[in-house]
């Protein structure tokens, strides 16, 4: 039974691709409704909601667990207290309520594991050719979900500024991008150390995306001599090594 289990967490059949899909799904679900849910007042309904997000991140959790081959790296992994502070927050809301947003760092390893990034360049012409692109962009937006994400769990109790997660991404925004209107602050010595590294890590994840976005384009094709992956779309030989290269193309320059 486990090893049918780990066949659609680790394996390369479709059941497995359709698998990791489905979990990529509920990932993107799940961020949805906590941001969703940050608008409204808490119901015995949301509350109820919670508890089934909280269950089914628990079994996938104690799933992962009793495949992983080295238990003890796994609780090295940021993605691993992520998924624990997302259960906590879901089924113990005294806890934390609201840090269910974390589950976006599972979300974020999910989409950077070997499996789920070759399936997404078989199955998606636009992934194959802007992978770059759409990796510095789902970086870079992972950073500002999980930032506005943890000023409105920290700040929503105690700053009459931030009333819901709109307020703190606003924020976010302003500070990521130098802006800085001033009309919403930060309190304490905790909040304006998210200010700080809004500033530092956003704008090195925002000059990434644009150095993607603007740099020549570039294909994937590993060289079999030497591996250099990029190289420019008419490209015949590796800048690298020189090897002839015979990249699949479809006529289009």
């Known amino acids: 039974m486990l090893e049918k289990i780990r066949s659609l967490y680790e394996g ?5 691709h359709r698998f990791r899909y489905a979990v990529l799904t509920f990932d993107f ?4 409704f906590v941001v969703a849910t940050s608008f409204f007042q808490r119901t015995a309904i949301l509350e109820f909601a919670d508890a089934v997000f909280g269950i089914l991140i628990l079994l996938d959790f104690i799933v992962r667990f009793l495949l992983e081959r080295e238990k003890a790296r796994m609780w090295l992994r940021l993605a691993t207290w ?5 259960v906590l927050s879901f089924l113990a ?3 934390g309520e609201g840090f269910g947003f974390l589950r976006i760092l599972r979300t974020l390893r999910l989409l950077h594991t ?4 070759t399936r997404l360049r078989q199955d998606f012409k636009f992934f194959r050719e802007n992978e770059d692109v759409v990796l510095a962009s789902i970086n870079l937006g992972v950073f500002l979900f999980v930032m506005t994400g943890l000023i409105y769990a920290t700040q929503e109790s105690v700053n009459p500024l931030i009333g819901n997660y709109a307020d703190a991404l606003y924020f976010t ?3 990521l991008t130098t802006t800085g209107f001033g009309d919403i602050t930060l309190t304490g010595s905790w909040g304006r150390m998210l200010s700080v590294g809004v500033m530092i890590f956003g704008v090195t994840l925002f000059l990434r995306l644009l150095q993607v976005l603007f ?3 570039k294909v994937r094709h590993e060289c079999e001599v030497c591996g250099l992956v990029l190289h420019d ?4 030989h590796c800048k690298h090594c020189g090897t002839v290269l015979h990249i699949r193309t479809e006529g289009e320059i």
């Open 114 to 117: 070997y499996q789920l990034l």
């Open 233 to 236: 779309a008419d490209a015949v």
């Open 82 to 86: 992520a998924d624990i502070a997302a």
């Open 215 to 217: 740099r020549p384009s």
């Open 93 to 95: 809301p005294i806890t």
């Open 12 to 16: 390369d059949t479709p059941q497995a």
């Open 173 to 175: 925004v302003t500070t």
């Open 29 to 32: 679900i799940t961020v949805f």
